[in-house]
């Protein structure tokens, strides 16, 4: 761990290669495991087809990924003219190790730099994010996108020189790639307002909006073509209401209540943020996810105590972590409301905030003189977790 961010980057690097090649790769409907990555049979038609004609498709079952915006799809399709749906896993798998070399970055910033390296190694150890990295999804650029503004937030509410153009960037890559980015503009309204003023704050965000805006504006124009509203909502509801119905149909046919609905699509989306592979259909065992779940608490907990009286910056930070999570977790109830379909990677946007806030609190937990041994401990604990989620959870098996 005293290479700074490099050593925990390389091995999201190799672990995303190594789920590339150890999933049979996806060329279209008939592939027999077309879906071991969610949706990656849609996603390998809608950037085929975006290689192809270079133009949104027509919205049907095969385009279906083609209704969140297009920026994954159009930036992949330019790795699909090299070399097909490999290239564009490949690039997956750059885009995960980048999002731990920015959790590093947005860590250190905040907490210094034993705490950025293993928020890096948490982020990049997490079984399901390692996989997700090896498949076509665009989840990993707005994964990716959210932890790289997260980042550049954090060193700038710092005091470094200022960021502007640089968030409104990532920014404009978040939510160009997928809808729960939209949370990051209030973030960073509030997280810079607090630290800097509010006339900062409005510029800084009005940057952000209007590049995002500009960069979107074609994708609006072509929803409301292709299926009469800005966003392809109504069309996508009618697609999915018989396939994956919502809250409706679990309370007609098995009498959930809402609390009860909504205790089901918490626990499955963290157990999935985790580990569910092949479909969603392989968990990881669940004295695993026990475990999982107390050391989280525990971090969480560790993190609370020891950072109580933290500094305006933190408090900013953790400001924005708050803000972007409120936002997160709305868009995921309301969909699911709709569609049952609780998935954890919604929530990678968060993966910078889990990587600092659980390694800074897994440390708070220890003597100092411990730490260092622990966090050895617990990287090597993970990194074999992988290793055996990749033996294990292959095709075939």
Known sequence: MRQRGWWPTLAALLLGLAWVFNVPVVSGLSDPYGNWHPDEVSHVLTTRWWAEHFCLPTYNSDYAVSVHPAFYHIVGALFWKLGGALAVRIFSALTGAATVWFTFRAARALYGRQVGELAAWLVALVPMRASLSGGINNENLAALAATAALAVLAELLRGRRRRTLELAFWCAVGVGSKLTCLGLFPAIFLAVGWRFGWLRAFKTTLVAL?????SMGWWFVGNISRCGDA??????????????????????TRGFSPPRYLFSIAAFGWRSFWGTFDGLQKHLPMPLFLTLMVWQAAALWGAWQRGKRARRVRQAWLLAVLVLMSTTTLIYILYNWRHYTPQGRYFYVMLA?????????FLALLPPARRRGAAHGLVITLAALNLWCLWYYRPGN
């Open 231 to 252: 966003l392809c909502k109504e069309t996508s509801d009618k697609l999915w209401d018989v396939a994956q119905p919502g809250y409706l149909h679990y309370k007609a």
């Open 210 to 214: 209007l590049t995002t805006l500009v």
């Open 353 to 361: 905030p889990f990587g600092a806030i659980s390694g800074y609190g």
